[in-house]
T-cell receptor, first 113, second 114 residues
Framework: DAGVTQSPTHLIKTRGQQVTLRCSPI?????VSWYQQVLGQGPQFIFQ???????GRGNFPDRFSARQFPNYSSELNVNALLLGDSALYLC????????????FGPGTRLLVL | GQQLNQSPQSMFIQEGEDVSMNCTSS?????WLWYKQEPGEGPVLLIA?????ELTSNGRLTAQFGITRKDSFLNISASIPSDVGIYFC??????????????FGTGTRLQVTL
């Protein structure tokens, strides 16, 4: 079975632009979580979605938003990009939102100039 | 955002040596996980721990869930070159009706020399 897939793999944007990142979970997984990993640090939790509803949000501004579709895939949107948004954005899927193990995709590397 | 305290920050060891790293938190978690990340990749799960005091092995890797639920350690025995990478601990706190988020450590970078 395919693992978590993310697109695009790399992206370059300029300050003020908007970006949309995509994630497809492992088949059968209903929960998707998004994390931001700045160079040299561990991933930081942004959102968790389960059954198309937001179940939790980390300490990120409202410029960050996400949604989950009926097929459980997800999009992360970031508006009004700042230089500090440059990071690896990771998507993780799990069977549900509880104690189930989260499996990560390869990430989308975003560079904001 | 919050990050768990992970040590050491980096390690340079010779092939065949044993490795030990640990992770501490000021908060309690009900699951501890250890991930490995290589350049250009997402974190890959190595070991998951679900009970305080639990000791779990996966091949040459052994991890323990601290009895206070605020710490965990990972040991790698007889290291080999493919063990190179960044190792992250992660604490998971979950409850019915709430998000199940992972809080990651700062990472331990492992380099193995021949």
């Amino acid at each position: 079975d395919a693992g978590v897939t993310q697109s695009p793999t790399h992206l370059i944007k300029t300050r003020g632009q908007q970006v949309t990142l995509r994630c497809s979970p492992i088949s059968g997984h209903k929960s998707v979580s998004w994390y931001q990993q700045v160079l040299g640090q561990g991933p930081q939790f942004i959102f968790q979605y389960y059954e198309k509803e937001e179940r939790g949000r980390g300490n990120f501004p409202d410029r960050f938003s996400a949604r989950q579709f009926p097929n459980y895939s997800s999009e992360l949107n970031v508006n009004a990009l700042l230089l500090g948004d440059s990071a690896l954005y990771l998507c993780a899927s799990s069977l549900d939102r509880g104690r189930e193990t989260q499996y990560f995709g390869p990430g989308t590397r975003l560079l904001v100039l | 955002g919050q990050q768990l305290n992970q040590s050491p920050q980096s390690m340079f060891i010779q092939e065949g040596e044993d490795v030990s790293m640990n992770c501490t938190s000021s908060s309690i978690f009900n699951t501890w996980l250890w991930y490995k990340q290589e350049p250009g990749e997402g974190p890959v799960l190595l070991i998951a721990l679900y009970k305080a005091g639990e000791l779990t092995s996966n091949g040459r890797l052994t991890a323990q869930f601290g009895i206070t639920r605020k710490d965990s350690f990972l040991n790698i025995s007889a290291s080999i070159p493919s063990d190179v990478g960044i190792y992250f601990c992660a604490g998971q706190l979950w409850d019915t009706g709430t998000a199940s988020k992972l809080t990651f450590g700062t990472g331990t970078r492992l380099q193995v020399t021949l």
